[in-house]
């Protein structure tokens, strides 16, 4: 548990807080990854889901580095979020027995982390700059590029790279 | 729970599940949103929000128009997703006292609901070109739209409304 987990008094707690829940989600990302990695087939799936793994270990590193930056030490807060979306990701994945099918899914639950750490950099960036910590901007707008071309980058692997037409067939 | 939950073994399996589960989303943000509203200052947040809450359950019923389409009634699955995202705002929410802070969370919030929105409308759109649902891209593509608007609409009320900048004074 974080530090402020029980009383966010001010706009610089709601921040921290938030960087908390954004550690919290990148370290449990890093660790579910293989797990997504193991279970596709297509090849591009596998290729990207293995680049966006090393990714999310710079992203902790740049969530290491913020908080050092705040003069904070890196902490985590609980995040039931990111539990519920990867909770979610293994229940639908757990009943798919079809190898095509799976990596269909597989995009869609990858797709929806992604989108939750899109929303939560976006805040914070917004945040950052409402509080004046022009310091981290920089390394938020890095991570939040990176998250963005990851989701565009499992688009293209659906639609153009055959899961979603094996999947359908 | 619907009834694919359990055995998913078509493509046709997955698209009904995923629609299942936006279904539950749905209907679950429209018991929420009350909830947001009553706890937000801002005029343009409540504004957005009870114009987003109208919306949301015309969201509920463009699905009911789709189940009927595809000959399905319409049903619900569990989203564990959609339950950890909101059990996130409620958490962060009651550890709030200040008024001005807990607009800047409620839009945080909001926005991560959108996001998962945004996320499994556009996996649906991608899926039903696939499958052929022609005859329901439409409705999707229309809540869709509705969605990332509010998304937009809840960043401008977060940096041009005054809610950052009252929340960081």
């Known amino acids: 548990m974080g530090i402020f987990t029980k009383n ?8 921290l807080h938030q960087l908390q829940d954004l550690y919290y989600a990148e370290n449990k990302i890093t ?9 596709a087939t297509n090849r591009d799936l596998v290729a990207g889901l293995k680049a966006h793994l090393e990714e999310t270990k ?15 030490k890196p902490e985590s807060t609980d995040c039931p979020a990111i539990d519920g979306i990867i909770k979610e990701a293994d229940e639908v994945s757990g009943e798919i027995a079809d ?32 509080l004046g910590h ?4 920089g390394l938020l707008v890095a ?18 790279k055959g899961v979603n037409r094996k999947a359908a067939s």
Chains 1, 2 share one sequence.
Not at 8 to 15: K, N
Not at 143 to 160: G, S
Request: hydrophobic share 45%.
């Open 8 to 15: 966010i008094e001010t706009f610089d707690d709601l921040f």
């Open 31 to 39: 660790k579910k990854l293989p797990g997504m990695i193991a279970k």
């Open 58 to 72: 710079g992203h902790v590193e740049r969530l290491e580095q913020i908080f050092k930056k705040l003069g904070k």
């Open 99 to 130: 190898k095509e099918v799976l990596d269909a899914a597989i995009i869609a639950s990858a797709q929806a982390v992604e989108h939750y750490e899109i929303t939560k950099y976006g805040t914070l960036i917004s945040w950052a700059y409402s």
């Open 134 to 137: 022009d310091a981290v901007i």
């Open 143 to 160: 991570t939040l590029k990176e998250e963005e071309a990851a989701d565009k980058k499992l688009t293209a692997v659906a639609e153009d």
